[in-house]
């Protein structure tokens, strides 16, 4: 990109807005509330063959680079992206941002039993106030229980919680916030963070920083989840390189910005 050109607010990967903006201005925005989903490799290529995952993301008020390889493919695309940012750094750096304004309180959802919990104790040690107000670990395969949904659903407007943090992973997440987003009466601030509850509760341990900085922190996870994880980066995840490289040269859109998905 020439530098007397506009950075777009918006980069195109393979029909997937990403917004384009750094984290200062990210976080003061947060309070206004909104929709966040972090895409990463794995959810772009499940975005291309899941009409229902699509339809999700379309509702969302901010699509925030969650991957080092996103970020490398906008470069290459040409509409470069300023600034990686993954829904497990967002988290803390959100409820730190905003450790001092009363006005802003937590409902975790997500995560093993019991986790979602110890969760909320050591986000509350760390600002010096009960800023998660409660927190929730469904059952396995809740999002199908639309009594437990229900209850969920009371559960968050009962605790007045600003701030709904879902963390049970991708794309059911994402589809369970798109389905019952209207149903919350004070939650005006919406994040998909999915494991990030666990590395909250010290349940798991992130990679090292240097490894995220360039890229392999996926190998530290297959490592640490094999059985769950290698299908998902050594086959699904493959066909991204080449759908990247089809829009560079054979889409005739050369990686320029667009706006498909309209909030």
Known sequence: MNASQPVPQQVNILDVDIDNITWPDLLDQ?????????????????????????????????????SKVLL???????????????????????????????????????????????????????VGRNMVVQAYSPSYGFEKNEQECEEIIKRIN??????LAVGVGAPKQEKWIYKYRDRFEYAKLIMAIGATIDFEARKVARAPKWASEMGIEWVFRILREPRRLWRRYLIDDIPFLGMVIKQKWFSGSRGQAAVKLDP
């Open 72 to 126: 490398l493919a906008s470069h290459f695309l040409g509409t470069p992206i300023c600034e990686k940012i993954s829904g497990s750094d967002l988290f803390p750096a959100f409820y730190s941002h905003y450790a001092e304004d009363d006005d802003v309180t937590i409902f975790l959802l997500g995560a093993a039993e019991g986790v979602a919990e110890e969760a909320r104790k050591c986000i509350n040690q760390k």
């Open 158 to 163: 009962d605790s007045k919680a600003t701030v």
């Open 30 to 66: 947060l309070k206004d509330g909104g929709i966040v989903f972090t895409p990463n490799v794995d959810h772009i290529v499940k975005l291309q063959k899941d009409p229902e995952f699509f339809q999700a993301y379309k509702a969302a008020t901010y699509r925030l680079c969650d």
